[in-house]
Protein backbone atom coordinates (compact mmCIF):
# COMPACT_ATOMS: atom_id res chain seq x y z
CA UNK A 1 0.00 0.00 0.00
CA UNK A 2 1.57 3.37 -1.34
CA UNK A 3 2.35 6.12 1.56
CA UNK A 4 -0.71 8.36 -0.38
CA UNK A 5 -3.08 5.49 0.02
CA UNK A 6 -2.49 5.05 4.10
CA UNK A 7 -2.81 8.75 3.72
CA UNK A 8 -6.07 8.99 2.47
CA UNK A 9 -7.31 6.02 4.38
CA UNK A 10 -6.55 7.72 7.78
CA UNK A 11 -8.13 11.47 6.09
CA UNK A 12 -11.10 9.14 5.67
CA UNK A 13 -11.05 7.45 8.59
CA UNK A 14 -10.87 10.62 11.04
CA UNK A 15 -13.62 11.95 8.30
CA UNK A 16 -16.08 9.09 9.10
CA UNK A 17 -15.24 9.11 12.97
CA UNK A 18 -16.64 12.78 13.53
CA UNK A 19 -19.36 12.06 11.51
CA UNK A 20 -20.21 9.31 13.89
CA UNK A 21 -19.68 11.71 16.86
CA UNK A 22 -21.73 14.13 14.76
CA UNK A 23 -24.72 12.16 14.71
CA UNK A 24 -24.84 12.71 18.75
CA UNK A 25 -26.05 16.20 18.76
CA UNK A 26 -25.37 16.79 22.57
CA UNK A 27 -21.27 16.34 22.23
CA UNK A 28 -19.33 19.65 22.62
CA UNK A 29 -16.46 18.39 20.88
CA UNK A 30 -18.33 18.01 17.50
CA UNK A 31 -20.08 21.66 18.18
CA UNK A 32 -16.96 22.80 18.05
CA UNK A 33 -15.78 21.06 15.09
CA UNK A 34 -19.31 21.97 12.79
CA UNK A 35 -18.30 25.84 13.77
CA UNK A 36 -14.96 25.10 12.34
CA UNK A 37 -15.39 22.99 9.20
CA UNK A 38 -17.39 24.61 6.38
CA UNK A 39 -19.98 23.24 3.76
CA UNK A 40 -21.43 21.30 5.36
CA UNK A 41 -19.17 18.38 5.36
CA UNK A 42 -19.47 16.96 8.66
CA UNK A 43 -23.18 15.77 7.81
CA UNK A 44 -26.12 15.62 10.81
CA UNK A 45 -28.38 12.73 8.90
CA UNK A 46 -31.81 12.51 10.40
CA UNK A 47 -34.23 13.36 7.40
CA UNK A 48 -37.66 14.31 9.22
CA UNK A 49 -37.12 12.77 12.55
CA UNK A 50 -36.95 12.95 15.32
CA UNK A 51 -39.85 15.65 14.86
CA UNK A 52 -40.95 15.10 11.28
CA UNK A 53 -42.50 18.20 9.52
CA UNK A 54 -46.30 18.01 10.48
CA UNK A 55 -47.26 22.15 9.31
CA UNK A 56 -45.96 24.51 7.25
CA UNK A 57 -44.06 27.74 8.65
CA UNK A 58 -45.01 30.88 6.70
CA UNK A 59 -43.66 34.18 6.81
CA UNK A 60 -45.53 37.24 7.12
CA UNK A 61 -45.11 40.72 7.45
CA UNK A 62 -47.20 44.21 7.06
CA UNK A 63 -46.15 47.32 6.22
CA UNK A 64 -46.99 50.95 7.92
CA UNK A 65 -48.10 53.48 5.98
CA UNK A 66 -48.99 56.79 6.28
CA UNK A 67 -49.68 55.97 10.06
CA UNK A 68 -51.87 52.72 9.43
CA UNK A 69 -51.23 49.11 9.43
CA UNK A 70 -51.97 47.93 5.93
CA UNK A 71 -52.81 43.73 5.78
CA UNK A 72 -50.48 40.86 6.79
CA UNK A 73 -48.81 39.57 3.52
CA UNK A 74 -46.74 36.43 3.21
CA UNK A 75 -43.32 36.15 1.57
CA UNK A 76 -44.30 33.81 -0.46
CA UNK A 77 -41.98 31.43 -3.15
CA UNK A 78 -45.04 28.85 -4.83
CA UNK A 79 -44.92 25.03 -3.69
CA UNK A 80 -43.82 22.90 -7.05
CA UNK A 81 -46.71 21.71 -9.25
CA UNK A 82 -46.94 18.34 -8.53
CA UNK A 83 -46.48 17.14 -12.04
CA UNK A 84 -42.54 18.22 -12.12
CA UNK A 85 -41.27 18.88 -9.06
CA UNK A 86 -40.43 15.25 -8.69
CA UNK A 87 -37.57 16.55 -10.98
CA UNK A 88 -36.91 20.06 -11.18
CA UNK A 89 -38.02 21.81 -7.60
CA UNK A 90 -36.64 25.22 -7.33
CA UNK A 91 -39.15 26.15 -4.50
CA UNK A 92 -38.20 23.80 -2.27
CA UNK A 93 -34.37 25.86 -2.12
CA UNK A 94 -36.78 29.04 -1.44
CA UNK A 95 -39.04 27.21 1.36
CA UNK A 96 -36.33 25.50 2.75
CA UNK A 97 -34.33 28.71 3.13
CA UNK A 98 -37.40 30.37 5.07
CA UNK A 99 -37.95 26.99 7.17
CA UNK A 100 -34.15 26.99 8.24
CA UNK A 101 -34.46 30.61 9.18
CA UNK A 102 -37.66 29.98 10.94
CA UNK A 103 -36.07 27.31 12.66
CA UNK A 104 -33.72 28.78 13.74
CA UNK A 105 -35.32 31.88 14.75
CA UNK A 106 -37.44 29.32 16.77
CA UNK A 107 -34.84 27.54 18.35
CA UNK A 108 -33.18 31.16 20.16
CA UNK A 109 -36.61 32.37 20.85
CA UNK A 110 -36.88 29.31 23.02
CA UNK A 111 -33.71 28.76 24.88
CA UNK A 112 -33.90 32.27 25.69
CA UNK A 113 -38.22 32.75 26.86
CA UNK A 114 -37.61 36.46 25.66
CA UNK A 115 -35.47 37.48 28.52
CA UNK A 116 -33.01 38.94 27.13
CA UNK A 117 -32.63 40.47 23.38
CA UNK A 118 -30.53 37.66 22.22
CA UNK A 119 -33.26 36.85 19.55
CA UNK A 120 -33.77 39.80 18.28
CA UNK A 121 -29.98 39.87 17.85
CA UNK A 122 -29.52 36.50 16.53
CA UNK A 123 -28.64 36.38 12.58
CA UNK A 124 -31.71 34.66 11.72
CA UNK A 125 -33.96 37.77 13.00
CA UNK A 126 -32.11 39.83 11.20
CA UNK A 127 -31.94 38.23 8.12
CA UNK A 128 -35.93 37.69 8.14
CA UNK A 129 -36.27 41.33 9.19
CA UNK A 130 -33.60 42.14 6.20
CA UNK A 131 -35.80 39.75 3.69
CA UNK A 132 -38.94 42.02 5.08
CA UNK A 133 -37.36 45.34 4.47
CA UNK A 134 -36.31 44.52 1.29
CA UNK A 135 -40.24 43.88 0.17
CA UNK A 136 -41.02 47.19 1.80
CA UNK A 137 -38.98 48.87 -0.52
CA UNK A 138 -41.95 48.39 -3.07
CA UNK A 139 -44.28 50.22 -0.55
CA UNK A 140 -44.12 54.03 -1.19
CA UNK A 141 -44.00 55.79 2.56
CA UNK A 142 -43.96 52.94 4.15
CA UNK A 143 -42.56 54.10 7.79
CA UNK A 144 -42.47 50.86 9.88
CA UNK A 145 -42.46 47.05 9.19
CA UNK A 146 -43.42 43.79 11.59
CA UNK A 147 -43.30 40.35 10.54
CA UNK A 148 -44.49 36.84 12.30
CA UNK A 149 -44.07 33.09 12.20
CA UNK A 150 -47.68 31.46 11.48
CA UNK A 151 -48.03 27.61 11.52
CA UNK A 152 -50.26 26.17 9.19
CA UNK A 153 -51.46 22.35 8.55
CA UNK A 154 -54.36 20.54 7.43
CA UNK A 155 -55.80 17.42 7.47
CA UNK A 156 -58.84 15.83 5.65
CA UNK A 157 -61.17 19.45 5.84
CA UNK A 158 -59.44 20.56 8.89
CA UNK A 159 -57.35 23.60 8.88
CA UNK A 160 -55.10 24.48 11.70
CA UNK A 161 -53.65 27.87 11.98
CA UNK A 162 -51.03 28.99 14.96
CA UNK A 163 -48.68 31.97 15.65
CA UNK A 164 -45.31 31.13 16.35
CA UNK A 165 -43.65 34.28 16.44
CA UNK A 166 -43.89 37.90 16.15
CA UNK A 167 -41.21 40.42 15.64
CA UNK A 168 -40.89 43.32 17.14
CA UNK A 169 -41.82 46.88 15.17
CA UNK A 170 -39.13 48.48 12.73
CA UNK A 171 -38.89 51.70 11.77
CA UNK A 172 -37.63 51.65 8.34
CA UNK A 173 -36.39 54.39 6.13
CA UNK A 174 -35.74 54.50 1.90
CA UNK A 175 -31.68 54.30 2.38
CA UNK A 176 -31.55 51.67 4.62
CA UNK A 177 -31.43 48.00 4.79
CA UNK A 178 -32.28 47.01 7.93
CA UNK A 179 -34.41 49.20 9.95
CA UNK A 180 -33.98 50.46 13.70
CA UNK A 181 -36.11 48.76 16.51
CA UNK A 182 -38.90 51.46 18.26
CA UNK B 1 -18.43 4.79 -8.01
CA UNK B 2 -14.87 5.74 -8.27
CA UNK B 3 -13.39 2.20 -8.53
CA UNK B 4 -16.11 1.72 -11.53
CA UNK B 5 -16.09 5.03 -13.58
CA UNK B 6 -17.31 3.10 -16.81
CA UNK B 7 -20.42 2.41 -15.15
CA UNK B 8 -23.13 4.53 -16.28
CA UNK B 9 -24.73 3.84 -12.41
CA UNK B 10 -21.75 5.38 -11.57
CA UNK B 11 -22.22 8.92 -13.04
CA UNK B 12 -26.11 9.52 -11.39
CA UNK B 13 -25.17 12.00 -8.76
CA UNK B 14 -23.54 14.28 -12.28
CA UNK B 15 -27.08 14.18 -12.95
CA UNK B 16 -28.37 15.58 -10.12
CA UNK B 17 -25.46 18.35 -9.97
CA UNK B 18 -27.29 19.20 -13.67
CA UNK B 19 -30.63 19.24 -12.40
CA UNK B 20 -29.30 21.57 -9.39
CA UNK B 21 -27.68 24.11 -12.23
CA UNK B 22 -31.16 24.58 -13.67
CA UNK B 23 -32.86 24.87 -9.81
CA UNK B 24 -30.51 27.37 -8.86
CA UNK B 25 -30.93 29.60 -12.64
CA UNK B 26 -34.60 29.41 -12.38
CA UNK B 27 -33.97 31.41 -8.76
CA UNK B 28 -31.25 33.82 -9.91
CA UNK B 29 -33.30 36.77 -8.65
CA UNK B 30 -33.15 35.11 -5.47
CA UNK B 31 -29.22 36.18 -5.27
CA UNK B 32 -29.70 39.98 -6.69
CA UNK B 33 -30.41 42.60 -4.19
CA UNK B 34 -33.41 42.31 -2.52
CA UNK B 35 -33.43 38.88 -3.00
CA UNK B 36 -33.72 36.13 -0.14
CA UNK B 37 -29.88 35.07 -0.89
CA UNK B 38 -28.56 39.08 -1.79
CA UNK B 39 -25.26 39.38 -0.77
CA UNK B 40 -26.60 42.06 2.08
CA UNK B 41 -28.05 38.85 4.00
CA UNK B 42 -25.10 36.66 3.67
CA UNK B 43 -23.20 39.14 4.71
CA UNK B 44 -26.04 39.10 7.99
CA UNK B 45 -26.19 35.55 8.05
CA UNK B 46 -22.31 34.76 8.23
CA UNK B 47 -21.50 37.50 10.40
CA UNK B 48 -19.57 36.94 13.64
CA UNK B 49 -18.67 32.87 12.00
CA UNK B 50 -15.56 31.90 11.27
CA UNK B 51 -13.32 33.38 8.52
CA UNK B 52 -13.63 29.89 6.71
CA UNK B 53 -18.00 29.98 7.37
CA UNK B 54 -17.46 33.60 5.18
CA UNK B 55 -15.34 32.46 2.26
CA UNK B 56 -17.40 33.74 -0.98
CA UNK B 57 -20.53 33.59 1.37
CA UNK B 58 -21.39 37.38 -0.17
CA UNK B 59 -18.97 37.12 -2.87
CA UNK B 60 -20.92 37.72 -6.67
CA UNK B 61 -24.58 38.71 -7.53
CA UNK B 62 -26.84 36.49 -9.49
CA UNK B 63 -24.42 36.40 -13.00
CA UNK B 64 -21.80 35.11 -11.03
CA UNK B 65 -24.06 32.46 -9.33
CA UNK B 66 -25.42 31.98 -13.40
CA UNK B 67 -21.93 31.64 -14.56
CA UNK B 68 -20.91 29.19 -12.00
CA UNK B 69 -24.26 27.28 -13.02
CA UNK B 70 -23.66 27.40 -16.64
CA UNK B 71 -20.24 25.76 -16.16
CA UNK B 72 -21.42 23.36 -13.80
CA UNK B 73 -24.28 22.13 -16.21
CA UNK B 74 -21.22 21.72 -19.00
CA UNK B 75 -18.99 19.87 -16.71
CA UNK B 76 -21.56 17.50 -15.10
CA UNK B 77 -22.65 17.11 -18.67
CA UNK B 78 -19.08 16.22 -19.77
CA UNK B 79 -18.70 13.35 -16.94
CA UNK B 80 -21.95 12.24 -17.64
CA UNK B 81 -20.73 11.23 -21.43
CA UNK B 82 -17.40 10.38 -20.00
CA UNK B 83 -17.13 9.06 -16.36
CA UNK B 84 -14.88 9.89 -14.13
CA UNK B 85 -11.72 7.69 -15.22
CA UNK B 86 -10.23 10.21 -17.54
CA UNK B 87 -8.61 13.17 -17.27
CA UNK B 88 -11.18 15.39 -19.08
CA UNK B 89 -14.00 13.26 -16.76
CA UNK B 90 -11.74 14.22 -13.81
CA UNK B 91 -11.07 17.89 -14.50
CA UNK B 92 -14.84 18.27 -14.70
CA UNK B 93 -15.59 16.65 -11.60
CA UNK B 94 -12.96 18.84 -9.71
CA UNK B 95 -15.22 21.52 -11.59
CA UNK B 96 -18.45 20.44 -10.09
CA UNK B 97 -16.76 20.39 -7.22
CA UNK B 98 -15.64 24.17 -7.17
CA UNK B 99 -19.05 25.68 -8.74
CA UNK B 100 -20.95 23.46 -5.84
CA UNK B 101 -18.84 24.30 -3.18
CA UNK B 102 -19.22 28.00 -4.78
CA UNK B 103 -22.94 28.29 -4.41
CA UNK B 104 -23.05 26.11 -1.06
CA UNK B 105 -21.07 28.73 0.17
CA UNK B 106 -23.15 31.94 -1.18
CA UNK B 107 -26.61 29.96 -0.27
CA UNK B 108 -25.52 29.05 3.49
CA UNK B 109 -29.32 28.23 4.24
CA UNK B 110 -32.07 26.16 1.90
CA UNK B 111 -29.93 23.19 1.28
CA UNK B 112 -30.87 19.64 1.55
CA UNK B 113 -29.19 16.22 2.71
CA UNK B 114 -29.14 15.44 -0.75
CA UNK B 115 -27.04 18.11 -1.35
CA UNK B 116 -24.93 17.58 1.24
CA UNK B 117 -24.03 13.88 0.33
CA UNK B 118 -23.00 15.47 -3.18
CA UNK B 119 -20.80 17.34 -1.99
CA UNK B 120 -19.03 14.98 0.51
CA UNK B 121 -18.78 12.75 -2.30
CA UNK B 122 -16.67 15.28 -4.63
CA UNK B 123 -14.71 16.15 -1.65
CA UNK B 124 -14.09 12.18 -1.38
CA UNK B 125 -13.42 12.28 -4.84
CA UNK B 126 -10.88 15.61 -5.23
CA UNK B 127 -8.98 13.85 -2.05
CA UNK B 128 -8.93 10.30 -3.70
CA UNK B 129 -7.19 12.22 -6.94
CA UNK B 130 -5.05 14.15 -4.78
CA UNK B 131 -3.59 10.86 -3.51
CA UNK B 132 -3.10 9.82 -7.30
CA UNK B 133 -6.24 8.63 -8.12
CA UNK B 134 -4.79 4.83 -8.58
CA UNK B 135 -7.20 2.12 -8.00
CA UNK B 136 -6.83 1.79 -4.46
CA UNK B 137 -6.99 5.22 -3.71
CA UNK B 138 -10.41 4.86 -5.53
CA UNK B 139 -11.48 1.75 -3.69
CA UNK B 140 -10.65 3.74 -0.40
CA UNK B 141 -12.78 6.29 -1.88
CA UNK B 142 -16.23 3.64 -2.59
CA UNK B 143 -15.50 2.57 0.73
CA UNK B 144 -16.12 6.06 2.50
CA UNK B 145 -19.04 6.82 0.42
CA UNK B 146 -20.16 3.63 1.57
CA UNK B 147 -19.67 3.91 5.06
CA UNK B 148 -21.51 7.79 4.84
CA UNK B 149 -24.63 5.88 3.13
CA UNK B 150 -24.66 3.59 5.64
CA UNK B 151 -24.48 6.13 8.11
CA UNK B 152 -26.93 8.60 6.67
CA UNK B 153 -29.25 5.29 6.96
CA UNK B 154 -28.71 4.13 10.37
CA UNK B 155 -28.80 7.37 12.06
CA UNK B 156 -31.87 8.31 10.39
CA UNK B 157 -33.42 5.28 11.32
CA UNK B 158 -32.33 5.38 14.79
CA UNK B 159 -33.44 9.21 14.87
CA UNK B 160 -37.17 7.80 13.78
CA UNK B 161 -36.93 4.90 16.16
CA UNK B 162 -36.68 6.94 18.76
CA UNK B 163 -39.50 9.43 17.84
CA UNK B 164 -43.08 8.92 19.56
CA UNK B 165 -44.47 10.17 16.24
CA UNK B 166 -42.49 7.90 14.04
CA UNK B 167 -43.41 5.36 16.39
CA UNK B 168 -47.01 5.91 16.77
CA UNK B 169 -47.19 5.78 12.92
CA UNK B 170 -48.48 8.76 12.15
CA UNK B 171 -45.84 10.29 10.67
CA UNK B 172 -46.06 9.80 6.64
CA UNK B 173 -49.56 11.65 7.41
CA UNK B 174 -48.33 14.63 9.31
CA UNK B 175 -45.31 15.05 6.44
CA UNK B 176 -47.62 14.39 3.59
CA UNK B 177 -50.68 16.66 5.20
CA UNK B 178 -48.00 20.06 4.87
CA UNK B 179 -48.19 22.18 1.32
CA UNK B 180 -44.44 21.64 1.26
CA UNK B 181 -43.81 18.14 1.07
CA UNK B 182 -47.28 17.15 0.95
CA UNK B 183 -50.05 15.82 -1.38
CA UNK B 184 -53.61 15.98 -0.19
CA UNK B 185 -54.54 13.21 -1.62
CA UNK B 186 -52.28 10.72 -0.26
CA UNK B 187 -52.49 12.34 3.25
CA UNK B 188 -56.49 11.75 3.08
CA UNK B 189 -56.24 8.42 2.02
CA UNK B 190 -53.68 7.99 5.10
CA UNK B 191 -56.26 8.99 7.48
CA UNK B 192 -58.85 6.95 6.17
CA UNK B 193 -56.30 3.94 6.56
CA UNK B 194 -54.17 4.88 9.31
CA UNK B 195 -52.69 1.04 9.19
CA UNK B 196 -51.03 2.15 5.54
CA UNK B 197 -49.29 4.65 7.62
CA UNK B 198 -48.12 2.66 10.16
CA UNK B 199 -46.93 0.23 8.28
CA UNK B 200 -44.92 2.77 5.87
CA UNK B 201 -43.30 4.15 8.95
CA UNK B 202 -42.22 1.07 10.00
CA UNK B 203 -41.02 -0.34 6.88
CA UNK B 204 -38.59 2.90 6.29
CA UNK B 205 -37.52 2.52 10.28
CA UNK B 206 -36.86 -0.88 9.40
CA UNK B 207 -35.05 -0.44 6.19
CA UNK B 208 -33.04 2.61 7.14
CA UNK B 209 -31.80 1.00 10.78
CA UNK B 210 -30.56 -2.68 8.80
CA UNK B 211 -29.04 -1.03 6.16
CA UNK B 212 -25.82 -2.69 7.30
CA UNK B 213 -26.89 -5.97 6.72
CA UNK B 214 -26.60 -4.99 3.18
CA UNK B 215 -23.25 -4.55 2.88
CA UNK B 216 -22.91 -7.99 4.50
CA UNK B 217 -25.10 -9.84 3.25
CA UNK B 218 -25.20 -12.20 0.43
CA UNK B 219 -25.42 -10.60 -3.07
CA UNK B 220 -29.40 -11.33 -3.65
CA UNK B 221 -30.28 -9.40 -0.36
CA UNK B 222 -27.52 -6.34 -1.38
CA UNK B 223 -29.72 -6.22 -4.97
CA UNK B 224 -32.94 -6.32 -2.49
CA UNK B 225 -31.53 -3.35 -0.28
CA UNK B 226 -30.60 -1.26 -2.81
CA UNK B 227 -33.85 -1.69 -5.36
CA UNK B 228 -35.63 -0.86 -2.30
CA UNK B 229 -33.63 1.79 -1.48
CA UNK B 230 -34.08 3.26 -4.86
CA UNK B 231 -37.49 2.86 -5.02
CA UNK B 232 -37.88 4.59 -1.61
CA UNK B 233 -36.12 7.45 -2.95
CA UNK B 234 -38.42 7.67 -6.03
CA UNK B 235 -41.45 7.63 -3.98
CA UNK B 236 -40.00 10.71 -1.89
CA UNK B 237 -39.44 12.32 -5.02
CA UNK B 238 -42.67 11.93 -6.70
CA UNK B 239 -44.47 11.95 -3.10
CA UNK B 240 -43.12 14.59 -1.32
CA UNK B 241 -41.05 16.60 -3.95
CA UNK B 242 -37.86 15.28 -2.65
CA UNK B 243 -36.36 15.02 -6.23
CA UNK B 244 -32.76 15.43 -5.70
CA UNK B 245 -32.03 12.47 -2.67
CA UNK B 246 -32.65 9.89 -6.12
CA UNK B 247 -29.06 11.20 -7.79
CA UNK B 248 -27.39 12.07 -4.49
CA UNK B 249 -27.97 8.62 -2.72
CA UNK B 250 -28.46 6.08 -5.85
CA UNK B 251 -25.11 7.62 -7.16
CA UNK B 252 -23.72 6.45 -4.41
CA UNK B 253 -25.28 3.03 -4.49
CA UNK B 254 -22.29 1.92 -7.12
CA UNK B 255 -19.65 2.88 -3.78
CA UNK B 256 -21.93 0.00 -1.75
CA UNK B 257 -21.81 -2.34 -3.98
CA UNK B 258 -18.07 -2.20 -4.77
CA UNK B 259 -17.55 -1.84 -0.80
CA UNK B 260 -19.51 -5.10 0.05
CA UNK B 261 -18.22 -6.73 -2.94
CA UNK B 262 -14.42 -6.18 -1.57
CA UNK B 263 -16.04 -7.67 2.00
CA UNK B 264 -16.85 -10.93 0.42
Known sequence: ?182 | MFAEPALLVSRLIFIGLLIDAIEVVALRSAFADGGIFSRSNLGVLTAGTRWQMRILADTGASASVVAAMVIQFSAALVVIVDGVGEPVGIAAALCCLATSGYVRSRRQIGGSGAEQLTFIALVAFAVVIAAGGSPHARQVGDTFLAAQVTLAYVAAGVAKLASPVWRSGTAMTGILSTEGYGRPRMADLLVAHPLVDRLMCRAVVAWEVTFPLAVVAPRPVLFAYLATGAAFHISCAVMMGLNRFVWAFCGCYPAVWATATLLR
Open chain 1, 1 to 182: MSVQVVLIVAVFVAWFAVSVANQFRSGALTARMRRHIPLGLIPLWTFFAPNPARADSRLIWRAEVGGSWRDWREVHFGFGSAGTRWLVHPQLISNKAIADLVNSLLRVDARTEGADRSTVLSSSYVALLSIVVDRSASEAGCSAVQFAVVRTSRLGDERGMSLAFVSEVHGVSAPQLVGDVR
